[in-house]
């Protein structure tokens, strides 16, 4: 079975403070994982997948097998971060997709 | 990025009746889409798999006669709540992708199902 856990529902910090929203998840196979974002009033997105190993908007994440973790970071918050954060893993029988349980991420100015 | 367009956005129904929602893709074909739920302070639990053309793959505790699913065309996916009761009151979302395990999946914007 496969899942996904974000040990912290919320998460406030300051202005130019250093982010990292942490997933950690079970999987016996090669998962897929990504992160994505849902700004207020907007639809859920994609911000970034471990494949890709890009930086979207700041953030970065490392699959790091050995911990089954895939914590997002940021150097420096910015207040348009503010959103709910989920992690998501997809197993190799196509992407279909296990979501953790979200982090509000507040940025305060 | 594709856009994924679910109908309604929110719906009040009494409860014994049933509800149709809609997960339309607009500019691309979806061989695949998905039906999530989301109970309140929860996360997005996948209900069900629909590929075109054929029945739809349900996840476990997921009552398939109760919740049906046609995906007809590569545009379009309905969720029909059959007989809807207060406990199937939640937020229902759907996501489409193209052919392939790896390309990207788009969500719908939600729909806020309230049975009363």
């Known amino acids: 079975a496969q899942r996904v856990t974000q040990p912290e529902k919320l998460l406030s910090v300051f202005k130019g403070a250093p982010v990292e929203l942490k997933c950690n998840y079970s999987y016996s196979g090669s998962p897929e994982l990504f992160w994505y974002v849902q700004y207020s009033r907007q639809r859920l997105q994609l911000l970034l997948r471990h494949i890709s190993r890009e930086s979207i908007k700041g953030f970065t994440a490392d699959l790091n097998k050995g911990e089954t973790s895939f914590h997002l970071k940021k150097p420096f918050a910015q207040e348009e971060d503010s959103a709910m954060y989920y992690c998501a893993l997809s197993g190799s029988a196509g992407n279909m997709l296990t979501f953790g349980g979200g982090t509000r991420l507040m940025v305060k100015p | 990025g594709a856009v994924v367009s679910q109908h309604p956005s929110w719906v009040i129904c009494k409860s014994g009746t049933s509800v149709k929602i809609e997960c339309r893709s607009l500019d691309f074909q979806a061989t695949t889409m998905f039906w999530y739920r989301q109970f309140p302070k929860q996360s997005l639990m996948l209900m069900a798999t629909?590929?075109?053309?054929?029945?739809?793959?349900?996840e476990q505790g997921v009552e398939k006669d109760k919740f049906l699913i046609n995906h007809a065309s590569l545009t379009l996916s309905t969720l029909t709540v059959t007989s809807a009761h207060p406990e199937d009151s939640s937020f229902y979302i759907c996501?489409?992708?193209?052919?392939?395990?790896?390309?990207?999946?788009?969500f719908g914007q939600g729909t806020r199902l309230t049975v009363v």
């Open positions: 996501s489409a992708s193209q052919q392939g395990w790896d390309t990207e999946a788009f």
């Open positions: 629909s590929n075109e053309g054929s029945k739809a793959t349900y």
